[in-house]
Every structure is written in structure tokens, then in C-alpha cells.
């Protein structure tokens, strides 16, 4: 059962339709339980009365339903947290009515952030926080948050995504639903990850968790990152990590690393300056005929060039969870090729991991309402 001001939801939430705010007054939109009025009453009476002690959760967007509806899920014995999922087109017109934003695949520049009027925190359901202006955020007084994916599963379910494409390409996946549509016995002939050399571009957490899960493949592996310096806090754990790594670099290795690798896998988080760095020269430093997969960002990799390289035949597979625009366009050119494999921006969606991060959105909400320290969350401003 939830409140609502200024909202009607139809469906268990599926759909949402945005009323005037200005109009509503105080009255207040009801949805009543047929198995619990007595709750519903005592709700509505209880935001009548104290309507500045509901916290609001604004979700931006219909994609990635999970996460709304596990943290509706989580909230749903507080009636003091209201959580609503809004389209994106009407998310600057009631912005100023929520004080905990999930931004999602949302852009949240400087002119929607000064409507926020009494947003505290905008977090990702996630790690990423590229779409948030974080200097509009900081000058609005507004807090920007992400997910750390080590403590939810996000990496580690990004992790085996990694895998599922490297594998997918490598035993010829659409070659292989071909043949079992044309009836056919034996073929195509795959390739074996057994003795292949990794290149994992960007070793965070995601990269850390993918190591731990290509070791048992027999494989080498070679990564790099910004800086392999330990931290005394916790320099068993570092130097664990880093002895999952045969061969580590810097930045300025990365053409290097690429063209002795059979697999290149992009974990890096997208920024001014990781855009566009799977580049035709990038690429055409890797050895022909290797496998590229990106489960971190689209923006990573340089359309052109990763479509010329296909033409060319000097890329072997391309393996993409994410695109350089989102939802996936069904007639892009770069998936008419056999050795494209694609899946729709869900390497981190698991029921694991989403519903630990609805339990990080939820406890959020429940600290914002208490006044009590945030946990589970890291702050980038």
C-alpha cells in the first residue's frame, strides 16, 4: 500500500500518471488495501497530520523496473517513506517534492538540479554517476552517492557477465543457434578460453572479481589501473588482488597490454578522461582477430572505430552489455554481424545484487527520516 500526492498508480505501480501538483491541495490521492483499511487509514491520517515527516524517493524513469520495486518491496512496513517511479520527461516538474533521488540512466544537469529544492542525496542504483553534474550538485547543496559494487554483488554479477560474453564468442553463439536451426550436427568449431591471455582494462571492483573467476580457465591474465600502490589498512587484501594479475601496467601500457592479449575486457568507469578510449588506434594495436568485451560503459569504446574494425575483419567478436545509446537501436549495423553478441544492459542485474542495492536505497530513506549516518553508500562530492 502506498501514498501518494499528485500521483495515481495503476498496477501494482507499473504505470504512473503525473497530475498537477499545484491543484491537488492538501487533499490527498488514496489507494486503499482491501486486506489491510485499517493501516491505510491510519497512514493517510498520519501524512495529513505530519505530511513533513514523509521522506520521498524519486526513481527516474521506466527502465530497470527491478530496482523500484525491490525498494518498494524493502519500504513497504514504513509508512513514512514514499517511493515513486516517474517518467523522465516529468522528473523536472516534481523533483522539488522528493528529498532521495536514484537517478538510473537519467541526466541530471545543472537546470533539473536547481528545481530539487529539498533533495538531500542523489544516488546511482549502482556505481556510475557520470550522468550527474556533480558541481550543480555541490553548489545546490545536494549530496551525490553511489553504490560501491563490492558490497552488493553488482561486481561480482558484472563479473560473470564478462564471462558469458568471452564464452559466447568464443564458442560462436549465434553461429551455433544458426545450426540448430538448420538442423545441423557438429558445427561451428568454437575456440577454448584454456590458454588465452586476458587484458582487463581497468582493475577495480569489477576487474578484481572477474580475476578471481578466470583463474580456474587456465588463462593469463593482465591488467591495468590509475595506481597499484597498497594501502596499509589493508595490504593483505591488495596484495591478494594484485597476485591475481600476472602482468600489471599503468595507462600508458594499455596499447601494449592490447596487442598481446586474445581477450580485451573494459571495466573502467566512464569520465572525461576514459571517453571514447577504445579508439582506432586502441584497437588496431590488439592482435587481429581478438575479442573485445565491454560490460562498464558505452561511451568507453568509439563507435567508428569499433565498426570499422568489424568491416575489416581485424576484430574478432565484439561483446556488449552497454551502447552508445541506450535502449539498444535492433537495426545498428554493429549487430548484423554474426560475431556480435549483445545483451540489454543487465550484467548487474541479478536478483542478488538488486536487491542488496534496495536494501542500500531503503536504508538511505529510513537514516534520511531518522537523521542518522548513511551507510552503505560513497560520496563523490
Request: proline share 3%.
Amino acid at each position: 500500500m502506498y501514498l501518494r500526492r499528485g500521483f495515481v498508480r495503476v498496477g501494482g505501480g507499473g504505470v504512473s500518471t503525473i497530475r498537477n501538483l499545484a491543484s491537488c491541495g492538501t487533499q490527498l490521492n488514496r489507494l486503499h488495501s482491501n486486506s489491510n483499511s485499517n493501516s491505510a487509514d491510519k497512514l493517510e491520517i498520519m501524512a495529513a497530520n505530519s505530511d513533513k515527516n514523509l521522506i520521498r524517493v524519486l526513481f527516474c524513469g521506466p527502465y530497470f523496473p527491478a530496482s523500484h520495486n525491490y525498494t518498494r518491496e524493502y519500504l513497504q512496513k514504513y509508512p513514512f517513506v514514499q517511493v515513486d517511479d516517474v517518467p523522465f520527461d516529468d522528473v523536472p516538474n516534481v523533483i522539488a517534492n522528493y528529498h532521495l533521488c536514484v537517478a538510473k540512466d537519467m541526466k541530471l544537469d545543472s537546470n533539473v538540479l536547481s528545481r530539487a529544492t529539498q533533495m538531500k542525496v542523489v544516488m546511482q542504483y549502482g556505481v556510475g554517476v557520470e550522468g550527474i553534474d556533480i558541481n550543480a550538485a555541490t553548489k545546490y547543496g545536494i549530496k551525490v552517492a553511489r553504490i560501491p559494487g563490492d558490497i552488493t554483488g553488482n561486481a561480482a554479477s558484472c563479473a560473470e557477465m564478462a564471462i558469458y560474453l568471452i564464452l559466447g564468442l568464443l564458442r560462436k553463439q549465434n553461429e551455433m543457434q544458426i545450426a540448430v536451426n538448420q538442423r545441423k550436427l557438429g558445427e561451428p568449431v568454437g575456440e577454448t578460453l584454456f590458454g588465452k591471455t586476458v587484458f582487463i582494462l581497468g582493475f577495480g571492483n569489477i576487474g578484481i572479481d572477474l580475476a578471481k573467476r578466470l583463474r580456474g580457465f587456465g588463462v593469463k591474465i593482465t591488467a591495468t589501473k590509475r595506481s597499484w600502490a597498497s594501502n596499509p589498512q589493508d595490504s593483505c587484501q591488495t596484495n591478494f588482488h594484485n597476485d591475481l594479475v600476472d602482468e600489471k601496467g599503468g595507462h600508458e601500457d594499455i596499447h601494449k597490454f592490447a596487442s598481446n592479449a586474445d581477450i580485451v575486457v573494459c571495466c573502467l568507469s566512464l569520465n572525461r578522461q576514459t571517453a571514447g578510449i577504445v579508439n582506432k588506434t586502441f584497437i588496431s594495436s590488439m592482435r587481429k582477430g581478438a575479442i573485445l568485451v565491454n560490460i562498464a560503459r558505452g561511451g568507453l569504446l568509439d563507435y567508428e572505430a569499433v565498426l570499422y574494425h568489424l568491416k575489416s575483419g581485424h576484430l574478432g567478436g565484439l561483446g556488449i552489455d552497454v551502447s552508445w545509446s541506450e535502449p539498444f537501436d535492433p537495426d545498428d549495423p554493429i549487430l548484423k554481424f554474426k560475431n556480435v553478441v549483445i545483451t540489454p544492459h543487465v550484467a548487474g542485474v541479478t536478483e542478488h545484487s538488486y536487491r542488496s542495492m534496495a536494501k542500500v536505497v531503503g536504508d538511505v530513506a529510513l537514516q534520511l527520516h531518522a537523521g542518522a549516518p548513511f551507510t552503505g553508500i560513497e560520496f563523490v562530492n
